[in-house]
């Protein structure tokens, strides 16, 4: 990929109303709120880490590893099951 000659499309939409109900908090307990759409999809394995998966992929799971501690432990009190890397 070559930056000189990249395309970039930035498309932003308005949430939808599902993925709003589910994260939205309407006295729901804070482990049940999420809206299901998380996900992150890597065709092809690369020698840049022992696991085989690219190294950014592998640094975005141990950042939201990382963030869950902090969640859980309480070392971040206002982070939400939200957060993303």
């Not at 930035?10 to 109900?21: C, K, L, P, R, T």
């Not at 840049?48 to 309480?74: G, T, V, W």
């Amino acid at each position: 990929m070559d930056y000189r000659i990249a395309t970039i499309i930035v498309a932003i939409d308005q949430q939808s109303q599902e993925i709003n109900n589910a994260v939205v908090k309407n006295d729901i307990k804070d482990e049940d709120i999420g809206a299901g759409d998380q996900g992150l999809m890597i065709g092809y394995a690369t020698s840049e880490s022992e696991e085989l998966h690219p190294i950014s992929h592998l640094y975005a799971n141990k950042l939201c590893q990382r963030l869950r501690e902090c969640k859980d432990q309480k070392i971040i009190p206002w982070l939400g099951p939200d957060a993303k890397t």
